[in-house]
T-cell receptor, first 114, second 113 residues
Framework: GENVEQHPSTLSVQEGDSAVIKCTYSDSASNYFPWYKQELGKRPQLIID?????GEKKDQRIAVTLNKTAKHFSLHITETQPEDSAVYFCAAQTASGGSYIPTFGRGTSLIVHP | DAGVTQSPTHLIKTRGQQVTLRCSPK?????VSWYQQALGQGPQFIFQYYEEEERQRGNFPDRFSGHQFPNYSSELNVNALLLGDSALYLC????????????FGQGTRLTVV
């Protein structure tokens, strides 16, 4: 099955700095890569996603890049703000029996210091 | 639109007991997936329901079972609870099991003592 590795497990930055979280996946058939933000005690919320036919996608301060050959994808957050502090999960989604089931990374705890 | 709703929000059970968790999908969604999230971990896929049938199942024992109703809502049942079943149980809904984007509920925090 799919295996997703996520690094780093903890990332501490100063407000205004950029943050980068990296994930690798093992199944070359994976074709959808969502990123979720989970604040303490709250539900995971989709913040950006990318499909395998696209190399990069940007939404305001957030961008995701995908390298299919190397099987890795990254989340980039620019001009970080304290409210960006949360746990971020990457996922790789593979069709299994017709269903698209995501495999999640273990998460990155992002701490943005004011 | 209420989004995905789960009940209850918190639950404490004794080892060996049985528990039922409930999920109502986002309006317009017909597929419900359940996940277990242990502390400090990413969500682990339990199973997915579409058209009232279990379509896919993750690596969880038969103690974990589910059901989907005609209105697309779903239940997760766990029998013979173990201490290790303590976790946040998340429900996610999507439109059509082939769709990528899934919306999560706020979860049910289950504590087994």
């Amino acid at each position: 099955g799919e295996n997703v590795e996520q690094h780093p497990s903890t990332l501490s930055v100063q407000e205004g700095d950029s943050a980068v979280i990296k994930c690798t996946y093992s199944d070359s058939a994976s074709n959808y890569f969502p990123w979720y933000k989970q604040e303490l005690g709250k539900r995971p919320q989709l913040i950006i996603d990318i499909r395998s036919n696209v190399g990069e996608k940007k939404d305001q301060r957030i961008a995701v890049t995908l390298n299919k050959t190397a099987k890795h994808f990254s989340l980039h957050i620019t001009e970080t703000q304290p409210e960006d502090s949360a746990v971020y999960f990457c996922a790789a989604q593979t069709a299994s029996g017709g269903s698209y089931i995501p495999t999640f990374g273990r998460g990155t705890s992002l701490i943005v210091h004011p | 639109d209420a989004g995905v709703t789960q009940s209850p929000t918190h639950l404490i059970k004794t080892r060996g007991q049985q528990v039922t968790l409930r999920c109502s999908p986002k309006s317009g969604h017909d597929t419900v997936s359940w996940y277990q999230q242990a502390l400090g971990q990413g969500p682990q896929f339990i199973f997915q329901y579409y058209e009232e049938e279990e379509r896919q199942r993750g690596n969880f024992p038969d103690r974990f079972s589910g059901h989907q109703f005609p209105n697309y809502s779903s239940e997760l049942n766990v029998n013979a609870l173990l201490l290790g079943d303590s976790a946040l149980y998340l429900c996610a809904s999507s439109f059509n099991y082939r769709a990528g984007e899934a919306f999560f509920g706020q979860g049910t925090r289950l504590t087994v003592v």
